[in-house]
């Protein structure tokens, strides 16, 4: 396994993650909601065919949506809480190189970046090779198969 290749796409995918995390649970308070307005069917309707009516279809279909965006939750908030603890242990220049590269790319970064730290271009791959390893390290404890 490429372990490095996996912790770039862990950065590549970070702002999207942690942006999931809010829209996850409006997208559950939502259904919540709407769940609530779902009437029960009505004691003297007669059953369609098949069992159950449109809206126990609904009331059923609701509650399964629901479940399975609270699990994405919770896996969604490991995944952020490792990613952000890995990044933590980074130094400040380190994190600054990831989310240069890997998290908010832009166009021009590189020569933002070296300006910034005052460093000719290719010290600055350098320092992204560093900070990379550094963040694979903090994350799987290694940095190739082997």
Sequence with gaps: MNWKREAIDKLKNYTARREALENISREIKRLELAYVGIRSAAVDSTPVSGGGSSREDAML???????ELKR???????????????????SDE???????????????????????????????YDRRD??????????????ESG
């Design 94 to 124: 380190e994190k600054l190189v990831l989310e240069c590269f890997y998290i908010h790319r832009t166009k021009g970064g590189t020569e933002a970046l070296c300006e910034q730290l005052h460093l000719e271009r290719s010290t600055v």
């Design 61 to 67: 279909s609701n509650i399964i949506h629901r479940d």
């Design 72 to 90: 994405r939750l919770k896996e969604t908030r490991l995944w952020v809480a490792q990613v952000d603890k890995a990044l933590a242990i980074l």
């Design 130 to 143: 560093s900070a990379l390893r550094h963040f694979t390290i903090a994350l799987y404890g290694i940095t």
